[in-house]
């Protein structure tokens, strides 16, 4: 099966922090699970260009070329994606050529369909949503996500008739249920779309940065219009039509609940528009605030996640990302947590538990051993309902229950190793010792291909004393969830994966 993820693409007046690169790892997270159970992936990431915020931080910055501080910035993006291994398969730029073709092929589709008209349009703009607001979304006057003052602006502009495509689009969200998601958000949009969603200014005349409107060279393109193309123009529309037919729709955007009414409301009603296929699937992430506030650099708190990658772990930064907040939810930035969760999770849990399990195998240089014996089926029961939770979570958008299933798991052989105690057994009972850690190396390997997306690097570490190569495992549809499928021999216990003592 093929499998389209993306992020949000991202204003490149600033450099990434925490919440950004969690929007990111979670799309990492569901991509590397596809490609592990077999299907055909395309994981696209990017950066939105063409935002006036992006020329005023380059103005601040004392840069008269805006082309070379976008290309900085966009590297910086890109290269920090890099160093945290996130997998995406392309990383589409706004002011790529095979963008803005894709654009202009786009917008003629909506003209072409009787959809663009000029007008004049007097409203609230914040620069930081780069939108008109309404007056009853400010807090005492402020933008609620921005914390400033909106402009008034009055212009003459062209429209986008996506009024027209309200009812289609109440009707659609109806029908799908897994359309908008999690379904706090698809009530919040059905809302505003039935008492809201009016035609949008799709142009800004005079404005010195983004792509000229085919129709109109004094307007340049409203950069919500531009940016949400990306999903398309990012996998071919325009430029490889095979490759665009074998990836659109998207099966998900992962978006912020920041952006919610352009990914479900703007944006579909632009491809109805065009006629094209709608995504499968909108899942609005929530938010990590640090002691209650939103994280950014107006707010002065913009955590890197490459120094918490470098002084933690990658694998770390990962994990407390995705375990800390349930998905869907809002949670708080901590290190305070993160040192928690890190000494009991990873430490005393999965690290521990991989440690025990290989000094045991290490100590009796453990050979494939073909009879488990008596304690075989409920340790096989035990991964099978484990996989079959976690298989769930993936599907169902629920990360958290996928991290509950392989933690689980090792409980589960943490106290079947304090149960049977095969230390005691290897010096009078050799073969029941020999069975029980046979198990155990089993349990081991289980819970490698569940942490696998979540945590590659441990997994990896972990196939690797199995003697196990990645290409084995990954995309091995029959492997994964099956009961013994690697003959484990030479096993070698290395050094503890999260030590205590850093
Ligand atoms: O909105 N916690 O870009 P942006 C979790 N260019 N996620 C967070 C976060 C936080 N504190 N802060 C940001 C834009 N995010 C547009 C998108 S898409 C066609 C155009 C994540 O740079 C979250 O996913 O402001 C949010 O939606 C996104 O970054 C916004 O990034």
Redesign the pocket.
Known sequence: MKFTIT??????N?KP????A??TIVADTFARYHRLIGDDVFFLTGT?EN?QKNVEAARAAGKTNIQAYLDTQSAVWKETWKQLDISFDDFIRTTEDRHKKGVIDFFNLVREKGDIYKGTYKGLYCKG??AFVRESDLVNGLCQFHKKTPEVIEEENYFFRCSKYRDQLLSYIEDNPDFVQPVSRRNEIINYIRDHFEDVSISREKSEWGIPLPIDSTHVMY??FD??I??LTGIGFGWDEKLFDRYWPADVH??????IK??CAL?PAMLLSAGLPLPKRIFA?????IDGE???KSMGNAIDPLEIAQIHGLDVLRYFLLREIPFGG?GDFSFARLELRYASDLAKGIGNFVSRVLSLAEKISYSYEKNLGEHEKEAQEACKSAHAQWKQGFEAYALHDCLDAAWDLIRHGDQFIDRTKPWSLITNEKTNAIQIIGILVELVQQVSVLVYPFMPHTAEQIWERLGIKNTQIIGEHSIIGSWRSFKISHIQRGSPLFPLTR
Do not use: M, Q
Request: aromatic share 22%; proline share 2%.
């Open positions: 992020t949000p693409i991202y204003y490149v600033d922090h925490v919440g950004h969690y929007a939105d935002s949503c780069e950069v919500w940016a949400l990306n999903y992962i978006v912020g609940k920041d952006i352009f990914h944006w992430h929530g938010f990590f605030t939103r994280i950014g809002d």
